[in-house]
């Protein structure tokens, strides 16, 4: 009778031991989560102007997301954290690489100029460089790279940026300082705050162009870039309403 009560006690603290483990992995796997949540889930986007390219493509080789924007225009960090690495790469060009508070690294590449320094700490909206085509970059834009917990060079970590950022086809129009998983407008938002602000000039700075996508007519268009269907049609020349997938409009 003794020994089986023994054996009963045994099992119940073994189970106890047991369940108290698994609760343990839970709650630091659910505090975890939420800190990436609390951190990405009010990052911003990094620049003005258009989509070109997604994650994923170029056979799967394409480890970030590209924005085609105007020359020599800002580029903010999108949320709070730490560089890294700012150096000049081959393929990269300039580039800056930003620990965050959750472990997301995040990348800007071919830069025009780099603003900040490896160990400098940086806020959220802080102006890191300009938009250029360094490195290895057919047209100005910013490539933006996210990756969890660490850049590694076969980009083991990579993770699509849309995740983080919000959803973006090819052609549509993202502003820099806005978050996208709502629609608040962060004081950031072309009132940007620099790390070296006399590096920057301040100046409102305007998406100049769009590339159609399947499914936008003029009027659609029109009203998410804030420009009028008949502007647009002068500043294209456009005699019909008639447009067409991948058919790059000027917007100013
Ligand atoms: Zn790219």
């Known amino acids: 009778m003794y020994d089986y009560i023994k054996r009963f006690l045994i099992a119940i603290i073994m189970a106890l031991c047991v369940s108290l483990l698994f609760l343990g992995g839970t709650h630091s796997k659910a505090a975890t989560l939420l800190e990436e949540k609390s951190d990405t889930e009010r990052w911003i986007w990094p620049a003005d102007g ?9 056979q799967g080789r394409h ?9 020599d225009s800002p580029v903010l960090a999108v949320g709070e954290g730490v560089v890294v690495k700012s150096y000049f790469s081959d393929t990269y060009g300039n580039v800056v690489f930003i620990k965050h508070p959750s472990n997301f690294v995040t990348v800007y590449a071919h830069l025009n100029h780099r603003y900040v320094q490896e160990g400098q700490s940086i806020k959220q909206g802080d102006c890191i460089g300009k938009m250029g085509r360094t490195g290895q ?27 983080l950022l919000g959803s ?22 072309s009132q940007y705050h620099s790390s070296n602000s006399n590096n920057v000039k301040q100046k409102s700075f305007k998406v100049s162009q769009y590339i159609v996508k399947s499914g936008d007519t003029l009027s659609t ?7 009028s269907v008949e502007k647009i049609k002068k500043i294209n020349h456009l005699t019909s309403d008639i447009i067409k997938p991948k058919q790059i409009l000027k917007l100013n």
């Open 50 to 58: 258009v989509i070109s390219d997604t994650y994923g493509t170029r």
């Open 63 to 71: 480890k970030g997301i590209d924005i085609a924007g105007k020359w």
């Open 137 to 163: 970059a057919t047209g100005t834009h910013l490539h933006f790279e996210t990756h969890r917990n660490e850049w590694r060079y076969d980009k083991k970590y990579a993770l699509d940026p849309e995740k």
């Open 168 to 189: 973006a086809a090819v052609g549509d129009i993202v502003q820099g300082g806005i978050a996208s998983s709502e629609k608040n407008v962060l004081a950031v938002s």
């Open 221 to 227: 268009i029109a009203s998410k870039s804030n420009v």
